[in-house]
């Protein structure tokens, strides 16, 4: 972006032509000092602009009216400055040519295209175009075409093209040498107009592109020989490119001229659309920025705001601004673009409008896959091409600091528990010398990011104390003979703080008691001790044990491999042969099986 020196704009006034112009007439020098300023101009606004809008006789008194304007440049001779306004098109300085002034021409739908009359406007075929000159910026003016439906609400939309034509000739020099101004794509985006071909020449910029501020993007263009593409269908987009020069750039060989087109744009009943473009004078340099700060045009800083308990979650989005001042000489919009970790580019959607303070919100999106260092960069374009790198922001993740914890087993056991922790690879921590961890569990320890510190994640290990078993003891459980009296196992909990729960159960039925039995039967112990937050739960089955009766002839027997009939367990089920200890009748008599 470089520093403009003055800028230029023009409005382009209609001056109708004929096919076949005579020579153009002999003009008087269109480079004037300081004290002679045409008095027919008058400056716009307050730049160093002037413009004139005067009769031209092309075909008739009267038909047309065009508008010229001057620049005044500030030039060195012989060590000081002098005040000279340059011409942009030929004859701007006075009223005899058919190229004096810029020319623009409109046609709706198939109509026939008409020249605009730049001074009173004019209406075709139901809709009215008219032009203003404003100041764009400080140092810049806007051309400014509207163009009106006439229609009422229950009118046709219609189509409507224009465009302009002008015969350059910069000063006194109407071999005035172009070239385009395109940006890093290659779209062209405006005409270099050189007073002579030399890097120090002065010149005029025209810019139509897109991305321009004040601009209406254009959708054809063409330079070349100055007597082409000049009768007003042609103006509005119907261009012969087979013309003279067509396109040739940095030549003086040639008489030149340019022009620029909006084609099919819709206008609905009652509405009304604007088309416009600026020209400056001087360097314009969308694709080669200098620094916007060396400039003293464009400042900013800019913050990640602090969301407490968030700021260390990496998968949440985090708020930034950047604010500051910025201006632009025609008051050209500039735009933030921003990327995280290395991610894709992302434009802040609002420009930063010439002259004012912004201050823009965004919000970055970090990647939780980068353990090391996260970033924030930041870039200024003024929307045409190349960018000017600004300082962005960064931020260490701590999860790049080594972080373990000794191996060891640690087991509830109602003692402190010591851990001993190692940072960096550099510094030992040891825990619990205090009297932490004495409880079973999980305890996180851990390095946290700290928002002032420009620290950002989480770094944790988990220092872990196991719970202890639970323990019990339950006496011998030994046969009995059945007195009438409970039976039952007497349990000790001798590890562990849960409920005790004993339950009997009567084996070969579904009654489960919860005291000791007092009848006879084969009984099985279940021993159940809850968990609690520093032991584990505790289960266990003990038994069988009896309790039998008196009745005679109940034998103890010794099992063996002889087949001595059918066995039946006490509840009737029939067996091959016992195989668990309990009560059986075989041949008619109880035996008892340990």
């Not at 020069?245 to 099919?264: P, Q, R, T």
Request: proline share 4%; aromatic share 12%; glycine share 10%.
């Amino acid at each position: 972006m470089k520093k403009l020196t003055f800028l230029l704009a023009a409005l382009m006034a209609c001056v109708a032509l004929q096919a076949n112009a005579q020579q153009k007439a002999p003009m008087r020098s269109a480079i004037f000092d300081d004290s002679n300023l045409p008095s027919e101009y008058v400056q716009i606004g307050e730049t160093s602009l002037y413009y004139n809008i005067s009769e031209r006789y092309a075909a008739g008194a009267g038909s047309q009216y065009g508008i010229s304007i001057l620049g005044k440049i500030v030039e060195m001779e012989d060590g000081e400055e002098v005040n000279h306004y340059y011409s942009s098109t030929y004859e701007s300085g006075g009223v005899y040519g058919p190229g004096a002034g810029f020319i623009a021409a409109f046609k709706v739908d198939n109509n026939s295209a008409h020249y605009l009359n730049a001074k009173y406007g004019s209406t075709y075929n139901g809709v009215t175009m008219t032009a203003r000159v404003e100041a764009q910026g400080s140092v810049a003016a806007r051309i400014v075409y509207s163009l009106t439906n006439n229609n009422n609400t229950d009118g046709d939309t219609v189509t409507v093209s224009a465009g302009v034509w002008g015969d350059i000739m910069i000063g006194d020099n109407d071999n005035a040498p172009l070239s385009k101004l395109t940006s890093s794509t290659g779209y062209a985006y405006g005409i270099k107009m050189k007073y002579r071909n030399t890097d120090d020449s002065p010149l005029l910029c025209a810019l139509f592109g897109e991305g321009v501020t004040g601009v209406t993007a254009r959708d054809d263009y063409w330079f070349g020989y100055y007597r082409s593409n000049y009768s007003a269908n042609a103006i509005c987009g119907n261009y012969d490119t087979s013309i003279s020069y067509y396109m040739v750039e940095n030549s003086n060989a040639y008489d030149s001229g340019l022009g620029f087109c909006w084609k099919d744009r819709k206008i609905a009943p009652g509405e009304t659309i604007e088309l416009s473009y600026v020209i400056s004078v001087g360097e314009v340099e969308f694709d080669e920025p200098d620094d916007p700060i060396g400039q003293d045009i464009f400042t900013y800083q800019v913050e990640a705001l602090n969301i407490g308990e968030d700021w260390n979650n990496l998968n949440v989005e985090h708020p930034a601004h950047i604010w500051g001042h910025y201006e632009h000489p025609y008051g050209q919009e500039a735009y933030i673009e921003y990327s995280v970790d290395g991610g894709e580019w992302t434009r802040i959607e609002t420009p930063l409008t010439s002259g004012e303070d912004y201050d823009l919100p965004f919000m970055m999106e970090f990647n939780s896959d980068i353990t090391d260092i996260h970033t924030l960069d930041l870039r200024f374009t003024l929307g045409m091409g190349n960018y000017t790198d600004l300082d962005g922001l960064e931020w260490e993740d701590v999860r790049s600091i080594d972080l373990s914890v000794a191996p060891g087993e640690h087991v509830y056991n109602g003692e402190p528990q010591i851990f001993n922790v190692t940072v960096g690879g550099v510094i030992d921590y040891t825990l619990g010398e205090n009297g932490e961890y004495i409880n079973a569990g999980e305890y996180p320890w851990g390095i946290y990011g700290v928002y002032e510190m420009n620290t950002i994640g989480v770094n944790e290990v988990i220092l872990f104390v196991d719970k202890a078993a639970s323990a019990v003891t339950v006496d011998p459980l030994e046969d009995v003979e059945w007195d009438g009296n409970p039976h039952g196992a007497n349990v000790t909990v001798i590890a562990g703080d849960g409920e005790l729960t004993v339950t009997y159960i009567k084996v070969g039925t579904d009654i489960v008691l919860t005291e000791a039995p007092t009848e006879e039967g084969v009984y099985m112990v279940v021993v159940n001790v809850a968990a609690t937050n520093n032991y584990y739960g505790y289960e266990n089955s003990y038994g069988p044990y009896e309790i039998y009766g008196t009745t005679t002839g109940v034998e103890e027997l010794t099992i063996n491999t002889e087949d001595n009939g059918a066995w039946y367990t006490i509840d009737g089920r029939r067996v091959v042969a016992p195989a668990q200890p309990g009560l059986y009748i075989h041949n008619g008599k109880k035996y008892i099986v340990k």
